[in-house]
């Protein structure tokens, strides 16, 4: 198990590099650019501005944001040892990446462009295995889940099993992770992030008046709630879903979130709601001089920042208000 003081000289960075995260102003001022080109103008005297310079039009950003974040995961692996945690908020990427093969494949095309580079394991590498190169560079754990999903759909025929397949085995590795690192705050952040993904499958595929056996071949591990309990609830009205989280930490976010989606036929607060929850969660790295709290921290507030940045660059893309694209935001790390 590794110690605080492990993470000395990482933690030392990351409070400099925290430095340079968007705050709440920055947002704004982004918001109240008038074009996207604005915004791009305006991000060039940040960390950004590197990669803007080598932006041939408006629709690279998110390469631009790639980069960024290609550059994080370096650094931080440069300064301390631990990079399980890093794998952690990685790992979703590779998962992504065997999302985009398996569904290429069932539809007969390529999809290159939606792969992700910020993975740990080469989309291309995965490519050759699903194209049965058995000497293709790629773990175990991801062939398993690619053997899953393409059985899945063989059985089932249905696109969307694909995803909930692989999510499955996405959180069963992250909570390997966890079990690994024996670190208690990145345990509490995977069970609530798992938390929270159940209940949002819960009240989606309530939504969509799947059955219970869908429920339950849909929800993940790593929560601290039960699938038990969301089995129990799943045949109760929006009220008794609402009342049954009384008693839990997501008491909040069920509230407010369902009253609005109930109202606005919507699930932009809620899902809205879930993302704040989480950063307000990571945010205990803010506040700890060294650890692995900071590392966690501040990974998920680039990821946050990210995601920001593309509610922002796509809203304004397609003419979006800056008062529609404020609703959609998500609260700010620092």
Known sequence: MAKDTDFLYVSARIKFLETKLLGKNAIDRLLDA????????????????SDIADME????????????????????????????IIRFFTL????????????GNILGAEFKEYFSQLGEVS????????????????????????HRAVET????????????????????????????????????YLAALADLTNIKTLVRLQKTDADIRTLESALVEGGNLTKEFFKE??????????EAFNSTPYHEVVEEGLASWESTGSPLIFEKMIDNYM???????????????????????????????????VGKINGISSDMIRERLRDVYV
């Open 34 to 49: 008038p074009e996207a080109e604005d915004v791009i103008k305006a991000l060039s005297d940040t960390e950004y501005g």
């Open 57 to 84: 039009n408006i629709y690279d950003f998110e390469k631009v944001l790639e980069q960024s974040m290609e550059r994080t995961i370096k650094t931080l692996k440069e300064s301390f040892k631990n990079h399980e």
């Open 92 to 103: 979703k990427n590779d998962y992504h990446n065997l999302k985009v093969i398996v569904k």
């Open 123 to 146: 989309p291309e590498e995965m490519q050759k295995y699903a194209q049965g190169d058995t000497g293709a560079i790629v773990p175990d754990t991801l062939k398993e889940a690619y």
């Open 153 to 188: 759909y063989e059985i089932t025929k249905n696109p969307q099993k694909v995803d909930l397949v692989l999510d499955q085995a996405l959180f069963e590795e992250m909570t390997m992770i966890v079990e690994n690192s024996s670190d208690s705050f990145l345990k509490e």
């Open 233 to 242: 609830i799943f045949t109760g009205n929006t009220q008794n879903i609402i």
């Open 279 to 313: 950063v307000a969660l990571a945010r205990k790295g803010l506040y700890k001089p060294f650890g692995p709290e900071t590392v966690i921290g501040y990974m998920a507030a680039r990821e946050n920042e990210l995601k920001l940045l593309r509610i922002i660059l």
